[in-house]
């Protein structure tokens, strides 16, 4: 996948990424709730699960924006042409988890075959990572299906140089008729802002709003 560098004094956001890069370097979380009751009401229709579909709609959200593409390769800033979602796999029998990926379809039914092949070559296999020669061109999911958390926070160590998103989601919950989801969205200071979190959740709040358009 092509890495596409940043040209320095081309780019509007370089005093900020100087700022929060090299200044004051900082990254921050946001968590919200996400109101799933529809999408999970047409998954269960379709005999489908929740985490695959909220793997394809953050990545169709970090695909439609550069921000939350950016990168450091060879101390060079700059950004992805299109990025995978890399994810977490519980295994019960000892608790602990593998990492693996699944290259990315903007086509909702390409990327669930893509995640089904997956899953049967690797979702039973144990260890830390189990799908070899995963590529830089990835970023980070997980879920923690056991807690219903109302903030989630990871501390990196010397995490500062750390650009891609990482997204948490919890344990959806029932308040009334709705069924909620909570999504921890960590980004990096130097090239995301307040502004692209909120837009970030609000988008992913309209996918899960209008999932019978694009599962079809």
Known sequence: MKFIPIQTGQWDRQPYFDHYFKQNRCTFSMTANIEIT????????????????????????????????????????????????????????????????????????????????????????????TKKDMPPHTFSVSMIPWVSFTGFNLNLDHGGNYLLPIITGGKYFREGKHVLLPVSLQVHHAVCDGYHAGMFLQELQQLADTCTDWMD
């Not at 695959?52 to 169709?60: C, E, G, I, N, V």
């Not at 669930?112 to 990572?129: A, K, N």
Request: with cysteine; proline share 3%.
């Open 38 to 129: 529809l999408l999970l009401g047409e998954l269960k229709k379709r005999g489908m699960k929740l985490y695959p579909a909220f793997l394809y709609m953050l990545s169709r959200i970090v695909n439609a924006h550069v921000e939350f593409r950016m990168d450091i390769r060879e101390e060079q800033v700059g950004y992805w042409e299109q990025m995978s979602p890399c994810y977490t796999i519980f295994h019960p029998e000892n608790h602990t988890f593998s990492a693996i990926w699944t290259e990315y379809s903007s086509s909702y039914q390409s990327f669930m075959e893509l995640y089904r092949e997956d899953q049967l070559r690797y979702g039973e296999s144990m260890g830390l990572f």
